[in-house]
């Protein structure tokens, strides 16, 4: 019971507290409550402007009470903030200009209900996207709190408002940690002595308990998430390999024509997916090229969890770094997916490295309970 006295707040622009797609957040916070924590999620980037965005956050966002906090959970509490505006990147740089300068008072909106707790909580954890524009208030009305950058992805890469990307590196000071998941992403941050590499965890226990394949018959391929997903792969691969079936897993995650050997699952629980990921023959992280995506072979979640259920696993070669079970093929060029695919067939199971993969608890212990965190 480590953390009995600690409450915690994650400030997220993506994720809320319970929703089906699971990610490390909420592991994280699954880890903190068992060991005796309370755990307040404050979810950003919903405003009226939500009904004009069509990623399922605003259709969420309208089965829960608004602009107040709701238990759900024992010592799980979440604020889903409704905003007057949320910052969005407007693509062009004359409509960025003139709507920065009211982004940048973001953070003055915060309800009242929220600010009044800041000073209870013994860390905060600011996640990547809109988040680091709340940063200088949650500060100044929780100065005792450890701020905790979490560096899920860089800013860049996910496209946010230019102006958050300038407030992040002004604001870095007023971090005691910055959370990064790839050492790729160090070299992003000029205050080295507060930045941490600290990978991603799995539920080992759940990967172990799941003792029933869910396929029938052999030859199957999983593709779990839909972040920057490239359908044009999954399609060069089942037109290449149609005795194999193509899983893919994502509310994104469509493929660019419908084909007997691609099955769609959408976004399903996280329980769901686990027999799928161990009983797979290989993994795909079909990754569109991006800008700064090379992160992605640390940080990425599911290719941890491939690797732990000894997967070999196919992915872009910005995305390969470290890995040796991955077989990299260059993006948009079909003759490289292929060959990537065939050398994936080939591999040694047995021969995948798994020694390295934390735990939930490892990661929780490294960003809360190491010397100098608590």
Known sequence: MKSVSKRVLVVSGHHFADAPRRVD???MSDQLREEGAAVDFLICRLSPLSRFVHDGRYEHALTRPINEWFRLDERLQEFVWFAPFHPMNLRYGW????????YRHYGHFLPKAVTERLSEYSHIVIESGPSPLLTRYLRRHAPKAKLIYHAADRLETIRVHPCIIKELNATLPLYDQIRIMAEAMRADFAAQDRVVFVPHGISKGLFDAAATSPYEGPRHAISVGDMMFDAGMIETLAAANPDWTFHLFG?????????ANIVVHGEVSFGTIVPFIKFADIGIAPY???????????SSLKMIQYSYCHLPIVAPRFAAAGRDNVCAYEPDDQNSIRAAFERAKGMDHFTIDTSDILTWEDVVDRLFHAPGTA
């Open 288 to 298: 569109r090229a991006g800008a700064g995506a090379d992160y992605l072979s640390q």
């Open 25 to 27: 957040l909420h592991f």
């Open 95 to 102: 409509l960025n200009a003139v709507v920065a300068p009211i």
């Open 251 to 259: 509310k994104k995650a469509l493929p660019a024509q419908p084909r």
